[in-house]
Structure formats: C-alpha cells, structure tokens
C-alpha cells in the first residue's frame, strides 16, 4: 500500500542515512521501524489496565510467602 507521510527533516536525512548504511530502501526501513514499534507496543493497553488495577487493589500476598516465592528463584549471574 502506498501512503505519505510528513516526517521531520532530521529525522527523514537520519533514516535516509541508515536505509543506505543496510542497503535496503526507505520504504522497507519504514515498514520495519513500524513492524518493531507495533510489536514491542502491542500489550501496552494491558500492562497499563494491570498497572490501573493494582494501583487502586494493591496485591494482598503474604510477606513471608513472598519472600520464600523470590527465595526460591534460582539466582543468574548477570
């Protein structure tokens, strides 16, 4: 589908730079950034409705069963 756009400039010459520096054209330089921003974005409505939820219903666990829960992860060297 073909479609325009009103982009900066400085953003336009950055992601005319790039598409070159990966030797592909704007076009699928475009279609990826969106690709990447929908997927690491699609379960923002969810994680802000849980956020919403246990800010007015904080979670009622015990402490000590907590505390066993993270006690119980194995622990990665990072």
Known sequence: MKT???IPDPIFQ???IMAQHLAISRSELFTK???EYLETHKYQDVTESLNQVYTVNPSSLDQKLTKMQFDSIEKDVW
């Open 4 to 6: 325009a756009i009103s």
């Open 14 to 16: 950055s992601a005319e």
């Open 33 to 35: 950034a969106i690709s």
